[in-house]
Structures are given as C-alpha cells and as structure tokens.
C-alpha cells in the first residue's frame, strides 16, 4: 500500500545466520507516514528512549526479529529513514553555526568477511596483547544491548553507586577465553584477569572491525583547519521542525 526502498546493511548479511532474513545484507523499508509522525511526538516513548526502536520497527517492511539488528545495521535504517521521511539534507547548529549535511553522502564502515571466524556467525578472535590470551567475541545486538541496560540498572538498585557499565557490557560480548565457552568463566575472567590495557585494545578492535555508519563530516574552522565532527542526532533528526 505504500512505496518502498531497499536499504543495504553494513554487515552485508554476514553476521547474521543464513536463515535469518537479514542475511540478505538488505531489507525494505516503506516511507514515512503521518502514522510514525505520531510515534515521534508519542511521550512515553520519548521518556523512555524507545522513540527512535519504535520509529524504525514501524518502516520495517522485511519480518526480521528486531532484536537480531547490530547496532551499525540499525544506524543504516535511521539514516535511511530519515531520507526517506524528510528528505537528504540536514540542518542542525553547531558552535553557534548553522551545517547543513547530505545525508545520501554518509558512507558505510562495511564488515569485512576476513575478519569472522565463520560466515553467518556473530563471532570475532583477538589476542589480548598484555596478557597473550585468545578470546572470541561478538558484536552486541540491540537484544543484547536491552539486557546489559537491564543488568546495569538492577545492579545500580542493588548498589546506587554501581558503575558496572563497562564490565557487565565485556560480560556480555565475549564468548570465550582461550576456547572455554562457559559463562561462568568468561564472567570471572572480566572481573578478575582483565586489565584495563587489554580492555581498551579490545574495544579499539572492536571500532576498527565492526559494521557501521560514518556519522562525521569535514568542518573548517575559522584558522582553516578541518576536522572530522560528528553529525548529532537527536529528536529534530528526524522531525526538523519539532518544538518538543
């Protein structure tokens, strides 16, 4: 009933089993309507943090599971979503400046297939330098990133000054030290064996390798110098002339 658009994912599809549809490395979207225009001003979902999940599961048209989404695959649908709904140009201030970016020139970090253990499996290798331990590793899904946002906040109700995020996080993404796959081990080995040099190595591998969206453009300062910035997102992304 509506016009649609295919979308390409960063991942390609190779992160996602062959019987999942987001294998296809694509989905289809429809445009937006006055019906996700209510979604962006519903108050509870902005309260929440839900508005923009709830935004992109409504233009989904592939029936995908929406928990399966990487986030960088998810960063694709939002840009794509907001082209789609309000056209390529985005205006926004910043430095007290009024930018304007084409958001049809936003490129993709794409996955590369070198870079997984098994095609079709959310599974990485790295050797933690300081250490010399091999573990594997997944990139987090928006389902595994509402588990760790929900083990964050029953630990900070345990504990009010709990500030775990870090750590439940790592919990979370790696599979396995040096082969042994059990959970208990892997969440021993975080607080127990993990320096924090090894962390950051982790997480700068992480950045490197993992699908994504480039969501920086070129800014000349007033010296003439340029520098990548990153384009902010937020509510007026995707409605630009919303007062809320």
Known sequence: MFPTEEVTLPSKGLIYPSENP???????MKYMTAKEEDILT???YIKNGTVIDKLLQSLIITPIDYNDLVVGDKNAIMIAARVLGYGKDYSFTLDEEEQTVDLTEVNDKELQEEHLLEKGKNEFSFMLP???KNITFKILTHGDEKKVDTEVKGLKKIDKKSSAEYSTRLKHMILSVEGDYERKTVRQFVDNQLLARDSRALREYIKEIQPDVDLTFDLENAAGDVKGVRIPIGITFFWPDTEL
């Open 22 to 28: 987001l294998s296809k490395g694509t989905l289809e």
């Open 42 to 44: 519903n108050n509870s």
């Open 130 to 132: 300081t250490i010399q």
